[in-house]
């Protein structure tokens, strides 16, 4: 018996370092280093001795931020959006101008309102003459809220929290949020005529679509107001925030690709989920774990992520193998008052479907450290998460149903914490299967 729990705790080992790999494959600030590198060795999108004014936004802010070195990059003012936290113990570069703004997520209150008319203010000052350094991140969608004239704040809360509520997926929300808020879909651009601007994005949406990561701030908006329509109708009971849809309705074309405000603009994604996905195979393999199949670019429901990790286990395999997949799930949770994310949705899922069963570990991680509206950012579950969390006074399976994953894995044990991490590259998620006696490497 002791020898069993010895290797059942070397399998808990190995997806702990997993979960490192995962996070060192995405830290924001070495992303951005290079980012800034290969920038200067172009000699175009950064002059090097050019005065750079730096704009960082999104909830990986400061993470970005540390890939800033004021020896290699001077900067003569900044500004920052950031989560409360992280605002008030963040500290500019000595002798540097700069605020920092906090801004609440996911859905935006006054302060964010207050911080984007400071943003907006922040990039018309910015000198044409001048270098305009955007670093940004998911959560700007949120950060950069400035609702247009016949939306209130309230309207936006409103409709996101349903929307979010109802499973859309990024892409559809924030459709809606660029065609009823000024800065986003290119509306900082906007008030920048003249200059030059280089953003360096960590992409927080599969495919890296300029557009929707932070509702492209710089970024020319394509789509048309009756695909926002579309997406609102989808998801929005009928006679329900008529106001909103009135203002998508009323919303103008899509934004004019050739305005010479976006001629100066250059956006380079520093990071995204495929190197989140790769930092989960590189601790595998160094730990002597053979990859069956790598999943990448994953959108849809929480079902859908399941299946594909469950289908793992019908086939033969030899030694220790592992499934991995990285992408966006979404969870519709209707009306259910639980608590959760889609990678603890995932991580219990998968716990029932495992329960009982010798011999398999998952470990599900948001590489933001906040897993949905928790502290948890995802768990690491195996064949006795469910047997852990009734004796922990939780049943998974009304868990399960009332969207409530956080309270049964914490009642497992099996929740895992990190805090935030300061990076957001979406979420990834590996399945093992470990022959009985095997011990790592």
Sequence with gaps: MGGDVVVKAAWRTVLEGVVSGVRAAAAPGPLVAAGVAVALASGRDLEPGAAVHLLAVGKAGAGMLEGIDPRVLPVRRACVTLPPGQAARWEPPRGVPARALACDHPL?????????????????????ADTLLVLLS??????????????????????????????????????????????????????????????LVLSDVIGDPLEVIGSGPFTPDSTRPEEAIAAFD????????????????????????????????????????????????????????????????????????????????????????????????VVNVGETGGTGGPSQELALTIAAALDGVEGWVLATLSTDGIDGPTHVAGAIVDGGTCRRALQGGVDPAKALAAHDSTRALEAAGDALVTGPTGTNVN???????????????
């Design 138 to 199: 998911g959560g700007a969608s949120a950060h950069l809220t400035l609702p247009r004239e016949g939306v209130s704040l309230e309207d936006v809360q409103a409709f996101a929290g349903a929307l979010m509520r109802a499973g859309a997926s990024i892409r559809e929300l924030n459709a809606c949020r660029r065609r009823l808020e000024a800065l986003k879909g290119g509306g900082l651009a906007r008030l920048r005529p003249a200059g030059s601007t280089l953003v």
């Design 108 to 128: 935006p209150t006054a302060r964010n309102v207050e911080a984007a008319r400071e943003v907006a203010s922040f990039v018309a000052s910015t000198p044409a």
């Design 234 to 329: 989808r998801f929005i009971p009928r006679g329900a925030h008529t106001k909103v849809r009135s203002a998508l309705e009323a919303s103008p074309s899509a934004v004019d690709r050739l305005d010479p405000c976006f001629r100066g603009v250059t956006h380079r994604v520093v990071g995204n989920n495929d190197r989140a996905v790769e930092g989960a195979v590189a601790a595998l393999r160094e730990r002597g774990i053979a990859i069956g199949e790598i999943h990448r670019a994953q959108e849809g429901p929480v079902a859908s992520w399941a299946s594909l990790l469950l289908n793992a286990m019908r086939g033969p395999a030899e030694g220790p193998q592992a499934w991995v997949v990285g992408g966006e799930p």
């Design 427 to 441: 979420h990834v998620a590996a399945l093992v299967r470990f022959p009985t006696g095997w011990g790592p490497r």
